[in-house]
């Protein structure tokens, strides 16, 4: 299964860039995810639940950042296995570029499953693998945008002003 999008994201790219590179962003992103941990060097380990049609599983496996270009470009890699229901894996090749708003963040994602996720045919597993990959980039977009912050800030205020980074949120 294979699929891309895009989202126009109301951050710098160097926040959009920082974000992505952090478990804890990452963790609140993932649906599912009990646990993340790690850093971009060494790859992060994660513990996602999830069920796929009739199928529930407890996943343990590993994420993996290569191919960076700071600012610019990165391939996100994943493994899972889920014990009896079988395994998960897959990859999103990422790029950002500023955009008028922000930054244009393009993803294009491929996934596989083994076992019995397998057998559940592949309308419902391409089905689920969309899912996952738009409340992923939804879900991203809401952690590095943030809430808005109406109270006392200008319509014409800077990007930066208009929304509370995750930065913020996280140090808050």
Same mark, same amino acid.
């Given at each position: ?37 790690? @850093? ?18 407890? $996943? !343990? +496996? ?15 890699? +994943?493994?899972?296995? +889920? ?6 894996? +897959?990859?999103? @090749? ?8 922000? !930054? ?7 996934? @596989? ?14 089905? $689920? ?6 409340? $992923?980039? !939804? ?34």
């Amino acid at each position: 299964m294979q699929l891309s999008d895009q989202r126009d994201i109301k951050a710098d790219v160097a926040t959009v860039w920082a974000a992505i590179l952090d478990a804890d962003v990452l963790k609140a992103c993932v649906p599912g995810c009990e646990s993340m941990t790690g @850093n971009p060097t060494d790859g992060f380990e994660a513990v996602v639940v999830q069920k796929v049609g009739p199928v529930k599983a407890r $996943f !343990t +496996g590993a994420v993996t950042l290569s191919d960076m270009i700071e600012h610019q470009s990165l391939r996100i890699s +994943g493994e899972g296995k +889920g014990g009896p229901a079988g395994f998960a894996k +897959g990859g999103a @090749n990422v790029t950002l570029a500023p955009s008028d708003t922000g !930054t244009l963040l393009s993803y294009e994602v491929e996934a @596989n499953v083994g076992g019995k996720l397998a057998q559940l045919g592949s309308r419902i597993i391409d089905g $689920f693998a969309k899912k996952m990959a738009d409340e $992923f980039f !939804t879900r991203f977009q809401a952690a590095v945008e943030g809430p808005p912050d109406t109270e006392d800030v200008a319509e014409d205020a800077p990007i930066d002003e208009k929304k509370k980074s995750w930065l913020k949120r996280l140090v808050s």
